[in-house]
């Protein structure tokens, strides 16, 4: 299983961005999803996520009510839409995938040693 993101960059504060996570080597329709963040100085952690089966929505409480995670899985990708964009969003953004998924994550879902695979992280600045 691979997984590449994209979509980072230099955005103004307000301002909003869609993350992408295209991935391959596997079906998504059986797979859990996740993007993590990593701010200089801090520990990685968990925003947003889809489990399955059910396909279920977990947000963290900074990201809640901002962003959107969502996947489509014809095109096997999954995304974080990110909008009203704070500084204190800088960091580099990683998707994350559990496959295979022998049971329902639950309130795991943040942790990241529950995944078994990693994108290489996409940065993205919020700065004027």
């Known amino acids: 299983v691979q997984l590449q993101a994209s979509g980072g960059g230099l955005v103004q504060p307000g301002g909003s961005l869609r993350l992408s996570c295209k991935a391959s080597?596997?079906?998504?329709?059986?797979?859990?999803i996740g993007w993590f963040r990593q701010a200089p100085g801090k520990e990685r952690e968990g925003i947003a996520g889809?489990?399955?089966?059910?396909?279920?929505?977990f947000y963290s409480l900074t990201a809640k009510a901002r962003f959107t995670v969502s996947k489509n899985n014809a095109e096997n990708s999954f995304f974080l839409q990110m909008n009203n964009l704070k500084p204190e969003d800088t960091a580099v953004y990683f998707c994350a995938a559990i496959y295979p998924v022998v049971a329902p994550i639950g309130d795991r879902w943040w942790r990241e040693s529950e995944y078994d695979y990693w994108g290489q992280g996409t940065q993205v600045t919020v700065s004027s």
């Open positions: 889809i489990s399955r089966p059910y396909a279920r929505t």
């Open positions: 080597g596997t079906n998504l329709d059986y797979t859990t």
